[in-house]
């Protein structure tokens, strides 16, 4: 069974333009989460998708923004990039919303996006 | 929010030690997890462990749930073991359904020769 995939693997890009970041899921999993590590500020929830519907934000400014395909596979876009928007990001996914029992999140291997 | 605490810091052992690590939770969570990254990033699953133990060869966790609290057990350590443990749980909502991770600042293992 595949895990979760996500592209690219490494990601330059320079202040103010924007960056897109992909992730698959496992095969059956409804839900993706994002996850932002920064140096120093340890892992911070971004976004949860479940069922093509953004369903909780964490503590970041509107120009994060994503979206979930028909196929549960997700984007995470960040415009107007910063330098301090430097990070590892991680995709996650898990069982969606509607099951009955909580579920664990299984990591990708991140994307790490450098702002120069 | 919802505040995590791990502890140690900061752990050096020799081959072959053992250690436990520990994480703390101000408030209820659900999906409480274990998990190792390594030096490349990578951020492994060791455990799902709302409450009770389990073990896995050389690992074993034990959570109390009625305590917020739960620790990680690593016996006869490797030099493969280095890295940082990271805790993380839910906060407790939706009916019990997955939601986002909040992490702990993690404990980071350095495991000599």
């Known amino acids: 069974e595949a895990g979760v995939t996500q592209s690219p693997t490494h990601l330059i890009k320079t202040r103010g333009q924007q960056a897109t970041l992909r992730c698959s899921p496992i095969s059956g999993h409804t839900s993706v989460y994002w996850y932002q590590q920064a140096l120093g500020l340890g892992l911070q929830f971004l976004l949860w998708y479940d069922e093509g519907e953004e369903r909780n934000r964490g503590n970041f400014p509107p120009r994060f923004s994503g979206r979930q395909f028909p196929n549960y596979s997700s984007e995470l876009n960040v415009n107007a990039l910063e330098l301090e928007d430097s990070a590892l990001y991680l995709c996650?996914?898990?069982?969606?919303?509607?099951?009955?029992?909580?579920?664990?999140?299984?990591f990708g291997d991140g994307t790490r996006l450098s702002i120069l | 929010g919802i505040q995590v605490e791990q502890s140690p810091p900061d752990l050096i052992l020799q081959e072959g030690a053992n250690s436990t690590l520990r994480c703390n939770f101000s408030?209820?969570?659900?999906?409480l997890q274990w998990f190792h990254q390594n030096p490349w990033g990578q951020l492994i699953n060791l455990f799902y462990i709302p409450s009770g133990t389990k073990q896995n060869g050389r690992l074993s966790a034990t959570t109390v749930a009625t305590e917020r609290y739960s620790l990680l057990y690593i016996s006869s350590s490797q030099t493969t073991d280095s890295g940082v443990y990271f805790c993380?749980?839910?906060?407790?909502?939706?009916?019990?359904?997955?939601?986002?991770?909040?992490f702990g600042t993690g404990t980071l293992l350095a495991v000599q020769p």
């Open positions: 993380a749980g839910g906060p407790v909502n939706y009916g019990g359904a997955t939601n986002k991770l909040i």
């Open positions: 996650a996914s898990s069982s969606g919303l509607y099951r009955l029992s909580n579920q664990p999140q299984h």
């Open positions: 408030d209820s969570v659900n999906n």
